[in-house]
């Protein structure tokens, strides 16, 4: 695997970890600690990547929801 796919593949696996966290964070209250990071950019960073997944996760629920293929139980 070429230096270009294992960025992709990287790039795939924090983005599926970002919606596993939304995920988490919406049925348990539970979200990653970042004040402990203890350094205010890296914390803006981790915030913007933990928003992404929110966003991630929202938008799933909004085509599922829209989908025939789902149902609610």
Request: aromatic share 12%.
């Amino acid at each position: 695997m070429g230096v270009i796919g294992k960025v992709v593949h990287f790039g795939a696996d924090l983005a599926l970890l970002s919606g596993f966290l939304a995920g988490v964070h919406r049925s348990t209250g539970l979200t990653p600690n970042i004040e402990r990071i203890g350094n205010k950019d890296a914390e803006g960073l981790v915030k913007r990547y933990l928003d992404a997944g929110e966003w991630a996760f929202d938008s799933s629920v909004a085509y599922f929801g829209a989908s025939d293929w789902f149902k609610r139980n």
